[in-house]
């Protein structure tokens, strides 16, 4: 059995290391999550729709139940964890009904094996009127994206033994993902020393990606369950964001220009994608101090 721990310290392991984990996602979180997982002596297996030497074959939809059946799921995997797509904003919104069943039938298969679900969701849930959003602020998604992970929230936080993780914009070396999120736009713009377009009436609260994965591990490993947000320390504007990402990569900022979120792909975000993190020392007793935004850019775009 996992346990919270009672005195307040930085995490480091959870408290049953001995945890075997399957992730339902192979793209820029599964992945690396699978690789903190593991660094901490878990056993992990990723299932997803491409089989390879690592990854297990998992389809997605209707037929997921019948997938996770055949993983054996319900016998040899303590937590399912859902980090898996579709998760282009754009893309559910031209196909919200498809990007839905998936969703959902994916959070209902793993919460019908009886496992603990971790479902790893996003600040999309929130109208976006409030600087700064909260376990207790109400929802109310304005979008595609945000209506599919709030029914699919809905579906694992139906099971008191399961945990919904909200992260804001996640930033990381993006490399080997799939899928093109603003900020890897960004970065690949200001690389190639292209004029980058940035929304200055935008705000999100963006989490280094090895900040996201030690949470999640830390989730796991300690059997957290219920609501948990998980937030930057810095509310910028994407425009602020994306100048920062030209002076650490020693780029002149006029590369960056400030236009209005409308005028931009991004015109369906709300004004506010901002999540407050959790206190982590007063609900599970253990501290979490994240990166300073400036630092994990810089260790995000090293080497591009
Ligand atoms: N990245 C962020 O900033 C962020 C922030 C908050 C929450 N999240 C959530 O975290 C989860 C994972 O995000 P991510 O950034 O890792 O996404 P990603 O890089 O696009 O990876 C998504 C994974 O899901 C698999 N997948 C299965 N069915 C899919 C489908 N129909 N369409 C697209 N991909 C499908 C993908 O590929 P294959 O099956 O093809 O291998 C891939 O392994 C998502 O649910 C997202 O809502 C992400």
């Given at each position: 059995m996992t346990r919270v721990r009672e005195s307040t310290k930085e995490y480091?392991?959870?408290?049953?290391?001995?945890l075997r984990s399957l992730i339902v996602g192979n793209g820029f979180v599964g992945r690396a999550l699978a690789a903190e997982l593991r660094s901490k002596g878990m056993q992990v297996l990723v299932a997803s729709r491409h089989r390879s030497e690592s990854v297990l074959e998992l389809e997605l939809g209707a037929h997921t139940r019948a997938g996770l059946a055949r993983l054996g799921a319900e016998e040899s995997v303590d937590v399912i964890v859902l980090a898996h797509g579709p998760s282009d904003p754009a893309w559910c919104e031209r196909h919200e009904e498809e990007a839905r069943s998936i969703h959902v039938s994916a959070a209902r298969a793993a919460v019908s094996t009886g496992r603990r679900v971790v479902l790893v969701s996003?600040?999309?849930?929130?109208?976006?009127?409030?600087?700064y959003c909260d376990e207790d602020s109400d929802i109310g998604p304005t979008h595609a994206y945000g209506r599919i992970k709030l029914a699919a929230e809905q579906v694992v936080l139906a099971r008191s033994t399961s945990c919904v993780v909200r992260i804001s914009a996640i930033y990381g070396d993006?490399?080997?993902?799939?899928r093109s999120s603003f900020v890897e736009e960004c970065v690949a713009a200001l690389v190639q020393r292209r004029t980058f377009k940035a929304p200055i009436d935008q705000f999100f609260t963006p989490v280094a990606l090895t900040d996201a994965v030690k949470i999640l591990a830390a989730v796991i490993g300690y059997g957290v369950t219920g609501l948990v947000h998980l937030g930057g320390a810095t509310r910028i504007s994407r425009f602020g964001f994306a100048c920062m990402v030209a002076e650490v990569m020693s780029l002149?900022?006029?590369l960056v220009e400030a236009v209005?979120?409308?005028?931009?792909?991004?015109?369906?975000?709300?004004?506010n994608s901002c999540l407050r993190s959790t206190d982590f020392g007063k609900r599970f007793g253990w501290s979490y101090v994240s990166t300073p935004l400036k630092v994990g850019i810089k260790a995000a775009v090293v080497g591009r």
């Open positions: 480091r392991h959870g408290p049953a290391d001995d996003s600040d999309a849930v929130f109208p976006g009127t409030e600087a993006r490399r080997e993902g799939r002149p900022e006029s209005p979120g409308a005028a931009t792909r991004w015109a369906s975000r709300p004004r």
